[in-house]
């Protein structure tokens, strides 16, 4: 590895571009005296060892620079400097505090404790590994949540509760501090790890599921795509250095959009896609965000190339179809609406956003239809039955209309 994220883009950040494989002029001398060496053999290459000891050698004059380098060398040194981790960390410090930061950095060292001893005991199995960071993480009180309404690691951290990504990343923590063959995967809205080494032992454990072990298949059954998506590298992919910034800086995107902040949203996705072209999740998301801002012609373009890369999925449909229906398309917003529900039949979101837009063409016995099956599909998302009670305020059936905004309001309709 020739460059670590986190270093290189904090050094940027304080110093200017250079040419970190030759040195650091951290006291801007204009040259690259002894100790600001990187590539110390001279093989043009910087390695994971030569990172650790640029590090340890000039920890008064990093510390100087402030920044994330004082979250490192106050928090993190129990891990290797190229761990993910870091790299996770520094991505979500533009929006964590401090205090964050270091309860992150005690919470998987807890668990890589709590790995650790076991090990010189027997030799393990790898998929007997993967089970020893599960049952250390429910050791370390962790809770697993298939999704959770926070994307940042940090906050997820904060309230004990991993969901599938962020219990991955755990994972993956752990195992690089042993040196094991583990990656993160994705499906649509989903991840995983898979053990693959040299030896032809290859698994998936996902964590979300109480670490249960599910083959590939399994992925592409329940997640709506096809293996030809896998072959084109959208899904099922172990994901590489760059594929899991990528992912660090999606989630960083998708907190930004929560909080109302479209622009750096985007900000965020032009990263995602820049370091991966083919994230299905970023171009969904970008379009949500430039729709909301109002730039529909780049929402279209968005949701396109979601589609070309994920056919099979709803989410393209349904959003073109929302634009199109504000731009007066109807007739092109209820094409995509009637795909969208056609490839989303089990989702109740397919439902709830053609009945959305039923609902503003006055349709009110289609949209009427679209929230029942909405609510038979979701019965727990208030969102269903604040429709079915517009549509029945409006129709005059007040009974009906009182009932079911009671129940959206108990599920927490509009918090």
């Given at each position: 590895?020739?460059?670590?994220?986190?270093?290189?883009?904090?050094?940027?950040?304080?110093?200017?571009?250079?040419?970190?494989?030759?040195?650091?002029d951290?006291?801007?001398?204009?040259?690259?005296?002894?100790?600001?060496?990187?590539?110390?053999?001279?093989?043009g290459?910087?390695?994971?060892?030569?990172?650790?000891?640029?590090?340890?050698?000039?920890?008064?004059?990093?510390?100087?620079?402030?920044?994330?380098?004082?979250?490192y060398?106050?928090?993190?040194?129990?891990?290797?400097?190229?761990?993910?981790?870091?790299?996770?960390?520094?991505?979500?410090?533009?929006?964590?505090?401090?205090?964050?930061?270091?309860?992150?950095?005690?919470?998987?060292?807890?668990?890589?404790?709590?790995?650790?001893?076991y090990?010189?005991?027997?030799?393990?199995?790898?998929?007997?590994?993967?089970?020893?960071?599960?049952?250390?993480?429910?050791?370390?009180?962790?809770?697993?949540?298939?999704?959770?309404?926070?994307?940042?690691?940090?906050?997820?951290?904060?309230?004990?509760?991993?969901?599938?990504?962020?219990?991955?990343y755990?994972?993956?923590?752990?195992?690089?501090?042993?040196?094991?063959?583990?990656?993160?995967?994705?499906?649509?809205?989903?991840?995983?790890?898979?053990?693959?080494?040299?030896?032809?032992?290859?698994?998936?454990?996902?964590?979300?599921?109480?670490?249960?072990?599910?083959?590939d298949?399994?992925?592409?059954?329940?997640?709506?795509?096809?293996?030809?998506?896998?072959?084109?590298?959208?899904?099922?992919?172990?994901?590489?250095?760059?594929?899991?910034?990528?992912?660090?800086?999606?989630?960083?995107?998708?907190?930004?959009?929560?909080?109302?902040?479209?622009?750096?949203a985007?900000?965020?996705?032009?990263?995602?896609?820049?370091?991966?072209?083919?994230?299905?999740?970023?171009?969904?998301?970008?379009?949500?965000?430039?729709?909301?801002?109002?730039?529909?012609?780049?929402?279209?373009?968005?949701?396109?190339?979601?589609?070309?890369?994920?056919?099979?999925?709803?989410?393209?449909?349904?959003?073109?179809?929302?634009?199109?229906?504000v731009?007066?398309?109807?007739?092109?917003?209820?094409?995509?609406?009637?795909?969208?529900?056609?490839?989303?039949?089990?989702?109740?979101?397919?439902?709830?956003t053609?009945?959305?837009?039923?609902?503003?063409?006055?349709?009110?016995?289609?949209?009427?239809?679209?929230?029942d099956?909405?609510?038979?599909?979701?019965?727990?998302?208030?969102?269903?039955?604040?429709?079915?009670?517009?549509?029945?305020?409006?129709?005059?059936?007040?009974?009906?209309?009182a009932?079911?905004?009671?129940?959206?309001?108990?599920?927490?309709?509009?918090?």
């Amino acid at each position: 590895m020739t460059q670590i994220h986190w270093i290189s883009a904090e050094l940027t950040r304080h110093l200017g571009e250079q040419d970190l494989n030759e040195g650091v002029d951290l006291d801007s001398s204009g040259a690259i005296e002894e100790g600001e060496r990187t590539d110390t053999n001279g093989n043009g290459t910087v390695e994971t060892r030569e990172w650790l000891a640029f590090l340890r050698r000039n920890k008064s004059p990093l510390r100087e620079l402030g920044g994330f380098f004082n979250y490192y060398f106050s928090y993190g040194q129990a891990f290797l400097p190229d761990s993910l981790l870091h790299d996770l960390l520094y991505v979500e410090s533009e929006m964590a505090t401090e205090e964050q930061i270091a309860a992150s950095y005690q919470k998987v060292e807890t668990v890589l404790n709590e790995v650790f001893p076991y090990l010189s005991q027997r030799v393990f199995t790898p998929r007997e590994r993967l089970q020893l960071v599960y049952d250390a993480m429910i050791k370390s009180s962790f809770s697993m949540a298939w999704d959770a309404p926070i994307s940042l690691f940090t906050q997820n951290i904060a309230i004990d509760s991993l969901d599938c990504d962020t219990a991955s990343y755990v994972a993956l923590t752990v195992a690089h501090e042993f040196s094991w063959p583990v990656y993160l995967v994705n499906a649509p809205w989903h991840y995983f790890v898979r053990w693959q080494d040299e030896s032809g032992t290859r698994f998936n454990m996902d964590f979300a599921t109480q670490g249960n072990i599910w083959p590939d298949e399994h992925y592409i059954e329940n997640y709506d795509f096809t293996t030809e998506q896998v072959e084109s590298g959208v899904y099922l992919q172990n994901h590489s250095y760059e594929r899991l910034l990528a992912t660090f800086y999606l989630n960083r995107a998708v907190e930004k959009y929560r909080l109302g902040d479209d622009e750096g949203a985007i900000s965020d996705y032009n990263i995602v896609i820049g370091f991966d072209s083919k994230y299905f999740m970023a171009y969904i998301n970008r379009g949500l965000a430039n729709y909301r801002l109002g730039n529909y012609d780049e929402a279209i373009a968005d949701f396109n190339i979601a589609m070309e890369l994920s056919p099979t999925r709803y989410e393209s449909y349904t959003n073109l179809g929302i634009v199109e229906a504000v731009l007066g398309n109807r007739q092109e917003a209820m094409e995509y609406l009637n795909h969208g529900v056609e490839e989303g039949e089990t989702y109740a979101r397919a439902y709830l956003t053609r009945g959305l837009v039923l609902l503003v063409l006055r349709n009110y016995e289609d949209a009427r239809s679209d929230f029942d099956r909405a609510v038979e599909l979701d019965p727990q998302n208030p969102a269903g039955y604040a429709g079915l009670a517009a549509v029945y305020q409006i129709t005059g059936n007040t009974e009906e209309a009182a009932r079911n905004l009671q129940r959206a309001q108990e599920l927490g309709a509009g918090q």
